[in-house]
């Protein structure tokens, strides 16, 4: 029986390009050449994460245990790896939203950790999952980059007690 593990990706960043817009494009143009002009107007760039992935301090600012964190750290991930530490987004989210900026994205679609937020699956809010969201929102809306709303509070990173 195969294992599923949670993809673990070292960038903070994975580029989201619309396929069939992509691809009708490149049929026409080599891809290097391609420019912000040869798409369509109201085209949004962008990028997307999910937290497991790219914010690790797993254990930091009362963020508990995801369902995720559970399965990695019993050993079954192919090759041992967790996402405690990741991308480390949650550290280093300005450096992360000035290469958006400097890539020129117009929109960012993460996800919310909801054991960062809501630590036990119910009740209490953690005031500093929610400090860290919205430095992170404040950040992308400074950068021009929050335009439009992609945010998703679950992920497939429910806390083990839900």
Known sequence: ???LTPPIFPLSISIVVFAAA???ILTLKH???LTRHDFPDGFVFGAGTSAYQVEGAAAEDGRKPC?????THQGYSP????SDVSADQ????KEDVKL?????????RFSIAWPRLIP???GQTNPKGLEYYNNLIDELILHGIFRKQFSEIWHVDAPPSC
């Open 1 to 3: 029986m195969a294992v």
């Open 120 to 122: 036990d699956g119910r």
């Open 67 to 71: 369902i995720w964190d559970t399965f």
């Open 90 to 93: 949650y550290h280093h989210y």
């Open 31 to 33: 891809a290097s050449a």
């Open 100 to 108: 958006m900026h400097n890539m020129g994205l117009d929109a960012y």
């Open 22 to 24: 992509a691809a009708a």
């Open 79 to 82: 090759d041992g790896s967790t």
